[in-house]
């Protein structure tokens, strides 16, 4: 059974009404939320999540409605901030900032699962995004196949992290200063493919193989969690793919998901369509777990942020700055730049401590492997020394025999 059917006449704003529109309101209110289009190529995904100039497509849409809630939510007070990353071929490039290639996916108690080094930008209007947008959008990778002149050759993920708190918490009550901090992901996949219907060769086989890949490991996921298996403490395979991993909150967890399915009506991909129906009927049977997301700690930026601003906006006041909220968001991107580096720098430590402690750990049993190796000798043959010790180094049960 599918929630809804949307015909060929019908806008994409209708769909947003009615399937989208909700996700975006809970998202402001705290709850993670998550829409994705998913189809063969060619079927519509692209349109249907970005639009065109003459029909605003379900990113634009949940932009604007984002702003719009948020103004209405007069007691509270926001920050907003935006990311926009790619998934081609299995590495994950960041699309505001073209320069930060092959990003790693990390997990902590604080952030949960997050992409390390993405450039996050605090927004304060929806002009402001949609130029992101289109910033992220020229960077992204397409490319042209039989069945797609724009084909998208890789998957998008647009990120909104929406936190909030409440206007009339007292400043001297600061320990039960609790945020909210939901996060709202719109995802335009690049869709499934046959090498014989997209005539694709060389760079846009390997693209195709590596779309399709991980477009089968979300399958498996959402079969495994259709079937109850993480539930039951089964074993989801998330982690085989960038997509699944990232999306891992969204697909199995705290998140409100929304999942369009586009098929094109034509006979011709009749077997295409029957797959992508097979999927929606599975991914319909998951269901997640969504609660209000309140953080207490310092894991909230508006929190860790609030002093700093306060003391800013009272010098700004006292100079009667003209520019007052203008001057306001860029120190928080400058604030926020500065704190992604020296993450960037934390994990770059990390890794590089755990390279040096994997390399002594290497060199500690090497040595220990030829002293008993040395050991040995004293029983064997001189000439066979040498060989005693090379051996050591990968066989060392073989060398105990000997
Ligand atoms: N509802 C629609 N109205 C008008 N044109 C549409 C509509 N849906 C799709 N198209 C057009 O069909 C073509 C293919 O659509 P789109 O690029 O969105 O497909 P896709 O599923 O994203 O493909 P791929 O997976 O290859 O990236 C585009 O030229 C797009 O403008």
Do not use: W
């Amino acid at each position: 059974m599918i929630d809804s059917v949307f015909g060929t006449e019908e806008k994409t704003v209708e769909l947003y009404d009615a399937h989208t529109k909700a996700i975006i309101s809970s998202a402001v209110k705290g709850i993670n939320g998550t829409v994705f289009a998913y189809g063969q190529t060619s079927s519509g995904k692209t349109y249907t999540m970005r639009g065109s100039p003459g029909e605003p497509g379900i990113v634009p849409l949940s932009v604007l409605d984002v702003f719009a809630n948020i103004q209405k939510a007069e007691d509270r007070e926001f920050l907003l901030r935006v990311s926009y990353m790619e998934i081609y071929n299995e590495e994950i490039n960041d699309l505001l900032a073209p320069e930060n290639r092959k990003l790693q996916v990390h997990e902590n108690i604080e952030r949960g699962i997050f992409v390390a080094g993405l450039r996050e930008e605090i927004v304060s209007c929806p002009e402001q995004v949609l130029q992101l947008l289109d910033f992220g959008e020229a960077h992204r990778h397409v490319g042209e196949t039989n069945m797609n002149v724009y084909s998208s050759r890789s998957h998008t993920i647009f990120r909104m992290v929406i936190e909030s708190r409440d206007r009339s918490q007292d400043d001297a009550l600061q320990t039960c200063d609790a945020v909210r901090v939901s996060v709202l992901n719109l995802v335009d996949l690049a869709g499934s493919e046959r090498v014989a219907k997209t005539g694709a060769e060389g760079a846009r086989l390997k693209e195709g193989s590596h779309i399709n890949k991980s477009l089968m490991t979300l399958g498996t996921v959402i079969n495994k969690l259709s079937e109850g298996i993480e539930s039951q403490g089964g074993h989801v395979p998330y982690r085989d793919s960038k997509l699944t991993r990232i999306l891992q909150p969204a697909l199995g967890g705290n998140a409100r998901t929304v999942i369009i399915c586009n098929v094109t009506p034509a006979m011709v991909h009749v077997d295409e369509t029957k797959g992508t129906l097979q999927f929606a009927s599975r991914a319909i049977r998951v269901t997640n777990c969504a609660q209000v997301n309140e953080i207490v700690t310092d894991a909230a930026l508006l929190k860790r942020q609030k002093r700093e601003i306060e003391e800013l906006r009272k010098k700004l006041q006292e100079n009667h700055s003209e520019h007052l909220e203008e001057e306001v968001l860029s120190l928080r991107n400058d604030m926020l730049k500065i704190e992604l580096e020296r993450e960037r720098m934390a994990l770059e430590l990390q890794n590089k401590a755990e390279r040096e402690r994997r390399m002594k750990e290497q060199i500690e049993n090497l040595s220990t492997m030829v002293l008993n190796s040395a050991v040995d000798d004293r029983h064997t043959d001189k000439s066979m020394k040498k060989v005693c010790k090379f051996e050591n180094v990968g066989f060392s049960q073989q060398l105990q025999v000997v």
